[in-house]
């Protein structure tokens, strides 16, 4: 079973308005950590949030916030106020603690978004 | 300075040859990661260390294999090399609690 579903192969939104791009996961771990990444057509992985599970309130970094909603194990990532230099591949990522109580550290990653900002 | 860098940035090689990535980091992390990312994937994890003793296989290891040889440097080689490795490769580091991960900028590997 895939622990990191992302469900929307490609988004377009318009230029200024803001968009939700989908992010659910699977882990049976108490303390996971949640991340998204954004990949433009050069190649580099871009960070952009990060979410612990233990968090309170919802992450946010300037136009990117996640919603966070562990009952439903999603962690969407909300675009605000598109602009065209977000068009871009948007990865969801999830760090587990592993089996042996400290964290293992990799990333577990979704197959992507791919985000097409209009004009 | 980038924190993490990766040599060479892309690399194209015939099928049967030996090829090292390698990977150096500024950040003073222990952990240290080696991803493949294919069309349409999202990364997955080949090989990851948590100090110079320490070395374990991911995911998909199959054919590759790694060095520690320093906490900063952390190189992927394929023994010899086949079309279907044909990829984006990533090094990352992450401090100790994997809440910051910082990724390089990614080899991309063409194997003809």
């Known amino acids: 079973a895939q622990k990191i579903t992302q469900t929307q192969p490609g988004m377009f939104v318009q230029e200024k308005e803001a968009v939700t791009l989908d992010c659910t996961y699977d882990?049976?771990?108490?303390?996971?950590?949640l991340f998204w990444y954004k990949q433009p057509s050069s190649g580099e992985m871009i960070f952009l949030i990060y979410?612990?599970?233990?968090?309170?309130q919802n992450a946010t970094e300037g136009r990117y916030s996640l919603n966070f909603q562990k009952a439903r194990k999603s962690a969407n990532l909300v675009i605000s106020a598109s602009q065209l230099g977000d068009s871009a591949m948007y990865f969801c990522?999830?760090?587990?603690?592993?089996?042996?109580?400290?964290?293992?550290?990799?990333?577990?990653f979704g197959k992507g978004t791919k985000l097409s900002v209009k004009p | 300075d980038a924190d993490v860098t990766q040599t060479p940035r892309n690399r194209i090689t015939k099928t049967g040859k030996r090829i090292m990535l390698e990977c150096s980091q500024t950040?003073?992390?222990?952990?240290m990661y080696w991803y493949r990312q294919d069309p349409g994937l999202g990364l997955r994890l080949i090989y990851y260390s948590f100090d110079v003793k320490d070395i374990n296989k991911g995911e998909i290891s199959d054919g590759y294999s790694v060095s520690r040889q320093a906490q900063a440097k952390f190189s992927l080689s394929l023994e010899s090399a086949i079309p279907n490795q044909t990829a984006l490769y990533f090094c990352?580091?992450?401090?100790?609690?994997?809440?910051?991960?910082?990724f390089g900028p990614g080899t991309r590997l063409t194997v003809t």
């Open positions: 979410q612990g599970s233990y968090d309170q």
């Open positions: 950040k003073g992390h222990d952990r």
């Open positions: 990352a580091t992450s401090d100790r609690t994997g809440n910051e991960q910082y």
């Open positions: 990522a999830m760090r587990e603690r592993s089996g042996f109580g400290g964290s293992q550290g990799n990333l577990i």
């Open positions: 882990t049976s771990d108490p303390s996971y950590g």
